[in-house]
């Protein structure tokens, strides 16, 4: 199975700063004929079902705001709000779709400082 | 709008059944492949299971495997899953959730883009 790894656990940020979140694969989901990575960002807010922001690491999902940001790959990924607003605060999963089971990282909680 | 609607959550002892259902709607259900996702109280997320378009193919988490069984009806655009020998760690609130337009076979894996409300399932003596 692959794991997956995010750091940190939760963060506090300032408005309109920038927040950084890490996830990290136990092996690549690297495809190799499609040259992309299953990997795929999910945003959720205090009881609501998730929402899903970037798939293919860095490709933003139709209506996604522009501070929302993927980049990495291998195993090696990164999610980031480039200013961070107030309606931003959620918890933050990756996922790889690379292989059965399809597993998430542990979530990031983000807050506001 | 694709709407996905959970029902059959509930109360029931170690060792019992349950039987999920999701009514999909808004969009060609037969044209995707569906997914369940589960979150114990306060956890993270967990993927349960995948059933392809046509129903023919079928995954699980290892956790589940044995004891769960996902299934669809194309003809009432509905999704299952049946729960059985229930444990008190399967405690959640279990998602349906629709796969992406991304896969057009059954070998091949993709993210969720909507997901349900979500209901609760609760393992107790």
């Known amino acids: 199975d692959i794991v997956m790894t995010q750091s940190p656990d939760s963060l506090a940020v300032s408005l309109g700063e920038r927040a950084t979140i890490n996830c990290k694969s136990s092996?690549?989901?690297?495809?190799?004929?499609?040259?992309?990575?299953?990997l795929a960002w999910y945003q959720q807010k205090p009881g609501r079902p998730p929402k899903v922001l970037i798939n293919?690491?860095?490709t933003r999902e139709s209506g996604v705001p522009d501070r929302f940001s993927g980049s990495g790959s291998g195993t090696d990924f990164t999610l980031t709000i480039s200013s961070l607003q107030a309606e931003d605060v959620a918890t933050y999963y990756c996922?790889?779709?690379?292989?059965?089971?399809?597993?998430f990282g542990g979530g990031t909680k983000v807050e506001i400082k | 709008e694709v709407q996905l609607l959970e029902s059959g959550g509930g109360l029931v002892q170690p060792g019992g059944s349950l039987r999920l259902s999701c009514a999909a709607s808004g969009f060609t259900f037969s044209s995707y492949a569906m997914t369940w996702v589960r979150q114990a109280p306060g956890k993270g997320l967990e993927w349960v299971s995948v059933i392809s378009r046509t129903g023919g193919t079928t995954y699980y988490a290892d956790s589940v495997k044995g004891r769960f069984t996902i299934s669809r009806d194309n003809s009432k655009n509905t999704l299952y899953l049946q729960m059985n020998s229930l444990r008190a760690e399967d405690t959640a609130a279990y998602y349906c959730a629709k796969d992406s337009p991304y896969c057009t076979n059954d070998n091949c894996f993709s993210w969720v883009d909507y997901w349900g409300q979500g209901t609760l399932v609760a393992v107790s003596s």
């Open positions: 996922q790889q779709y690379y292989s059965i089971p399809l597993t």
């Open positions: 293919w690491a860095s």
């Open positions: 092996q690549s989901v690297l495809s190799s004929s499609g040259n992309r990575n299953s």
